[in-house]
Nanobody, 120 residues
Framework: QVQLVESGGGLVQAGGSLRLSCAAS????????MGWYRQAPGKQRELVAG???????HYADSVRGRFTISRDNAKNTVCLQINSLKPEDTALYYC??????????????WGQGTQVTVSL
């Protein structure tokens, strides 16, 4: 059973930095796209950053220049470096991955989320 486990969230002052990590495990044949989403209270979940298996990245306009996504294909991990944090970045951050458990069995998986809270 494929599992994604996030870590690295916390409480930080505005202007600070955090590094979120996500590790995928359990019967993985290959991982395609990976990404980070976030959901603030009362708002819809939104894509923050994504990365393909080849390393191409894309970012939401609200975080471009402050967030950096990276992955290690050998370790099945994806990270999100968050700099210059703002109070509006406060949200539950989720890791997502498109995973082939077998050569032809594909599903999208989500982690349980890690809370990021930014104070003034």
């Amino acid at each position: 059973q494929v599992q994604l486990v996030e870590s690295g969230g916390g409480l930080v002052q505005a202007g600070g930095s955090l590094r979120l990590s996500c590790a995928a495990s359990g019967g993985i044949f290959r991982i395609n796209d990976m990404g980070w989403y976030r959901q603030a209270p009362g708002k819809q979940r939104e894509l923050v950053a994504g990365i393909t298996s080849g390393g191409s990245t894309h970012y939401a306009d609200s975080v471009r220049g402050r967030f950096t996504i990276s992955r290690d294909n050998a370790k099945n991990t994806v990270c999100l470096q968050i700099n210059s944090l703002k109070p509006e970045d406060t949200a539950l951050y989720y890791c997502s991955a498109g995973v082939y458990a077998l050569a032809t069995v594909f599903n999208s998986y989500w982690g349980q989320g890690t809370q990021v809270t930014v104070s003034l």
